[in-house]
């Protein structure tokens, strides 16, 4: 069960863009999907990203210890 959590979130992490008229999405939600001639954006994705990454984190983490 917890693999398949870990496996959409970074499903849904690799799929942020960044669109010019539509802020940060999700790019499958757009109709060219797949297009890797989306700008990246980094700086913007980074706050969509992070809860995603914290989840992970936080998954992962009771097995490092």
């Known amino acids: 069960m ?4 870990l ?4 499903g849904l992490m690799w799929n ?3 669109k010019p008229n539509r802020g940060v ?3 499958f939600m757009a109709e060219d999907w797949p297009n890797p ?3 990246l954006g980094i700086k913007q994705i980074i706050w969509f990203a992070l809860p995603i ?3 992970v984190a936080a998954m ?3 097995f490092l210890f």
């Open 16 to 18: 942020l863009k960044k």
């Open 2 to 5: 917890l693999s398949s959590i």
């Open 7 to 10: 496996y959409c979130c970074a």
């Open 25 to 27: 999405v999700f790019g």
């Open 37 to 39: 001639d989306h700008e």
């Open 60 to 62: 992962i983490a009771p």
């Open 53 to 55: 990454m914290l989840l």
